[in-house]
């Protein structure tokens, strides 16, 4: 096992190089840079936009940014780079971006599949009951639905809501029974830390069900699929006629191959802990990862764009290891050397 982890680090390598040096092009490649907008500004000379290109080493051959760039990654610690518009390292002012989007990404990990999964299996093994066609018909209206249309619904729902309340019981304008957006209250930076930490959770329960609804009813179709595929194979049978009650035939034997794609699937959600979750970030105004990401790439702040995708990168690798780990723990049948 260790030489096969070792071999595997090895080759991630030159795939780690690939990866950051087609990213580099293909960015590079695109019409003008970030001060390529200051050259509209008339109170900005051209020779004072050189002066700056020339700082930052965009005037260099793209083979020559992207070794300096690479000598900083090699450092320790790891330099990403500079903000130009921040005027920052790149990890100073993404960290806090990370954690505010890894808030929404755990938490609507664990919610996936602490919902997917029981109700996937409670469907299976009830096929075409009455349940089963309920569970089926939510989950294909959820499918259809995109996670920013959804996030709108509930958007408007929640002011409705509050509106509602505010007339029933004679609130203020300023009360609320859910918040519409954002991650915290107005006023909140006073509050004690306890009380700071509730309010974020508050503020994110909405945009964690709007994200999660969506995959949940994807990963409880597949689910389903998996343990029916499972529930109908001959070993499944044979445990049935040696007199295993049927709760043991399913949790223990059926269940642990059907979750073996699940398993698979591991190495996407490392990245996905710092990908952010998409435009329900931008919809409900959730200070995350992909309002950053969507305003440096309107700006082309390089540096920015490159480091995220190093850090994507490199958890994805991690991410897919783990799963081959994992894989050969779950099954017995698969091996490394």
């Known amino acids: 096992m260790g030489t096969y982890i070792l071999r595997r680090i090895i080759q991630l390598i030159p795939t780690f190089v690939g990866a950051t040096l087609l990213a580099f092009i293909i960015i590079q490649l695109s019409p003008g840079d970030f001060f390529t907008e200051k050259l509209l500004d008339p109170k900005v000379r051209p020779e004072t936009v050189q002066r700056l290109r020339e700082q930052f080493g965009l005037n260099q051959p793209i083979y020559v940014q992207y070794l300096l760039w690479m000598k900083g990654l090699l450092q320790w610690p790891p330099q990403l780079g500079y903000s130009f518009a921040y005027q920052q390292d790149v990890w100073q002012i993404a960290l806090p971006r990370v954690l505010n989007s890894m808030i929404l990404v755990v938490a609507s990990t664990f919610l996936l599949y602490l919902v997917a999964i029981p109700i996937g299996i409670f469907s299976a093994v009830r096929q075409y009951s009455l ?159 992909t309002p950053f990401y969507l305003d440096a790439l309107n700006s082309k702040d390089l540096y920015v764009l490159t480091g995220f995708l190093v850090i994507g990168l490199v958890l994805l690798m991690i991410g897919n290891l783990i799963s081959d780990l994992l894989l050969a723990w779950v099954d017995p049948r698969i091996r490394y050397y």
């Open 131 to 289: 349940a089963d066609r309920v569970v089926s018909f939510i989950s294909y209206i959820f499918l259809s639905i995109p996670s920013f249309f959804f996030a709108l619904i509930m958007i408007f729902l929640i002011l409705q809501l509050n509106y509602a309340a505010r007339d029933a019981f004679h609130l203020s304008n300023n009360a609320q029974i859910l918040p519409v957006g954002g991650m915290t209250s107005s006023g909140s930076e006073a509050w004690p830390g306890w009380k700071r930490f509730l309010d974020v959770l508050w503020h994110a329960l909405i945009p964690v069900l709007v994200v999660t609804a969506r995959d949940i009813a994807g990963f409880t179709r597949f689910m389903r699929g998996q343990m029916l595929d499972v529930l109908g194979q001959d070993y499944m049978r044979t445990a049935r006629a040696k007199g295993l009650s049927e709760r043991v035939s399913i949790y223990k034997h059926a269940l642990r191959n059907a979750v073996i794609p699940f398993v698979a699937g591991i190495g996407s959600i490392l990245p996905g802990l710092v990908s952010g979750v998409g435009f329900v970030e931008v919809v409900m105004n959730w200070p995350g990862v």
